[in-house]
């Protein structure tokens, strides 16, 4: 059990020292450096307390297709400034990263292990995803 914990502080250190977790601190400096991504975050944040307020209520809220709508468009600002889409591009490398590592590990198990994912549109196979039993209904059993 000892060398089984050395060797994943191993790849942890074999992580944090990646091109990927690299460009994802860099990345993440330059957004928290960024003057304009900050009031936009904190008017992203007001605009979501408020649409969630709203969504208590569901859409039929007086308030709730603009309070959407606000999110939705501070959203859009944040996603034009070019160093919150590199951002999110670094955090998906690191994210694709640590999951091979996850299914290389899992596989070297046994082939049935799931592995999760942050895809919200998974590729793999399985129970409910219409893999090799086939019955789409989210569980056997």
């Known amino acids: 059990m000892g060398q089984l914990?050395?060797?994943a502080y191993d790849i942890g250190d074999l992580v944090n020292q990646s091109v990927?977790?690299?460009e994802y601190a860099?990345?993440?400096s330059v957004v928290d450096a960024n003057e304009q991504v900050r009031e936009l975050v904190k008017k992203f944040a007001k605009a979501k307390e408020l649409f969630e307020e709203c969504q208590r209520?569901?859409?039929?809220h007086?308030?709730?297709h603009a309070a959407k709508d606000k999110v939705q468009d501070v959203q859009q600002?944040?996603?034009?400034?070019?160093?919150?889409?590199?951002?999110?591009?670094?955090?998906?490398?690191?994210?694709?990263?640590?999951?091979?590592?996850?299914a290389e590990i899992a596989g070297a198990v046994s082939e049935t292990i799931k592995v999760p994912s942050n895809d919200p549109l998974p590729k793999g196979g399985g129970c409910g995803s219409g893999g090799s039993c086939s019955c789409g209904s989210g569980g056997c059993g």
């Open 26 to 28: 860099y990345w993440k």
């Open 5 to 7: 914990l050395l060797r």
């Open 57 to 60: 209520f569901g859409r039929f």
């Open 20 to 22: 990927e977790v690299a």
């Open 77 to 102: 600002q944040l996603n034009e400034i070019d160093c919150v889409r590199q951002f999110k591009a670094a955090e998906q490398a690191v994210d694709d990263l640590l999951h091979a590592i996850a």
């Open 62 to 64: 007086p308030d709730y």
